[in-house]
């Protein structure tokens, strides 16, 4: 008997250090291999054939997949974020979900940080519990890796969203869908007159709440209260002070402050961290006082420590702050005053950039080119290119084709990036 106890316990811990193991593998995994890892780790928990999670970003949001392209592609960004909604926190469900190609079985669970975890045709339930553990643990990291975002992505993501283009895109859809709708029952030829008028003034109003309530929904991604971005500012900055002999002061933002674009409050949060990480563990400093502020057109950042006063912007620990600043197209100054500290100040502009004023010759770009650039890195398609500069559309693209050829890149998020770096006298090379 004790045999079989001893055999059952060893196997148990077996099983215990090879969960371990595979979370190891998802959690050190590089960005662009966890979902495929994350899909692999769970699938001997929930059989599925497909796995999608939806995190808060630098760009308002990330998608990421792994599985049937069917359901990957097919579910909608508007679709996750209903989802995201109806689950709160810490919470489990099973159910049938919209895609593209019509309704698919899913399992769905939303972590502690708000992260949503969804995978389809589940397999039995007996381990919804435990999967909602591991992605509690899983999406932290998502979190931190979303948070800890390169000066280059949080200059990308300043000027352009994937995500954000992506549900603005889906907005454009439901929108042509209600009109198309309201032709239809207009046109209608077997309606009256009066049926006809009454069913389309319905379908107009019914439209416009739910194309509000979608624009809503979408600018829950693309925008933050300055008031809950700094909340998460002081949830992230406790584990880095809980064990040190410093003391951080907070100055709450007033709650009346204009709403932060997600990159805007990614980055503000990194350059604050980066700023506590490069006084933490000085013994010198006991005291650091953050405030944020808001101004109406910039996020104001103020930092100031009890120091010896000898930080200066070009200190080596705040290379990175300096960084980030910069890729958000922000102001960075600091004023040190020996034996009473150092005070940090940032401003970071909450619209994004102008568009392009006038290309480096190097680029060696004709006039319609800068154009069309400038455009482009407005965010502004095709259609609308063609339409602002009174050409056709196959000219854009073809003006877009060379405008690639001429920089070395290969989309309209690497030209901006392109732009970008030029404008802040980054190397730009042609590859």
């Known amino acids: 008997m004790s045999s079989v106890h001893s055999d059952a316990a060893f196997g148990a811990v077996e099983q215990g250090a090879e969960t371990i193991r595979g979370l190891a593998e998802v959690l050190t995994a590089p960005p662009a291999l966890l979902p495929k890892r994350l899909s692999a780790f769970l699938a001997r928990l929930i059989p599925h054939s497909a796995l999608v999670f939806l995190v808060a970003d630098a760009a308002g949001a990330q998608r990421e997949g792994s599985g049937a392209t069917s359901f990957v592609d097919g579910v909608s960004f508007l679709a996750l974020d209903e989802l995201r909604r109806m689950l709160g926190p810490g919470r489990t469900r099973r159910g049938a979900i919209a895609t593209a190609t019509g309704e698919v079985d899913a399992f769905q669970a939303l972590s502690n940080n708000g992260a949503l975890l969804v995978l389809a045709d589940p397999g039995g339930d007996d381990s919804d519990d435990a999967v909602l553990q591991l992605w509690n643990i899983v999406a932290l990291r998502v979190q931190e890796l979303a948070d800890a975002a390169s000066p280059d992505y949080l200059q990308l993501a300043r000027a352009t969203s994937s995500v ?29 007159d009066r049926t006809a008028r009454r069913t389309a003034t319905q379908i107009a109003a019914e439209g416009m709440v739910h194309l509000r309530t979608a624009s809503d929904r979408v600018r829950t991604f693309t925008e933050e209260p300055v008031t809950t971005a700094f909340e998460r500012l002081r949830d992230d900055l406790r584990p880095l002070v809980r064990y040190r002999d410093i003391d951080v002061q907070f100055v709450e933002p007033p709650v009346d402050g204009r709403a932060l674009p997600s990159e805007i409050a990614h980055g503000a949060r990194a350059v604050v961290r980066g700023s506590i990480l490069a006084l933490v563990d000085r013994h010198d400093v006991s005291r650091v006082r953050v405030q944020w502020d808001c101004d109406g057109t910039n996020l104001l950042i103020n930092v100031r420590d009890d120091g010896p006063g000898d930080l200066s912007d070009e200190s080596v620990q705040l290379r990175l702050v300096r960084q980030r600043v910069l890729a958000l197209n922000g102001r960075l100054s600091f004023e040190a005053t020996p034996g009473w500290g150092t005070e940090m100040s940032v401003a970071m502009p909450l619209d994004p950039p102008s568009a392009l004023a006038a290309p480096p010759r190097a680029w060696d770009l004709a006039p319609r080119e800068a154009e069309v650039l400038s455009l482009l890195i407005a965010g502004q398609r095709n259609r609308e290119i063609a339409v602002n500069l009174g050409i056709s559309e196959n000219t854009v693209k073809f003006h877009v084709a060379k405008i690639f050829r001429k920089l070395g890149v290969g989309s309209r998020a690497e030209a901006t990036a392109f732009v970008l770096a030029g404008r802040h006298g980054a190397p730009a090379s042609h590859s």
């Open 164 to 192: 954000r283009m992506e549900a603005l895109t889906e907005l454009a859809d439901e929108y042509s869908t209600t009109l198309e709708s309201l032709l239809a029952a207009l046109r209608s030829s077997s309606l009256d």
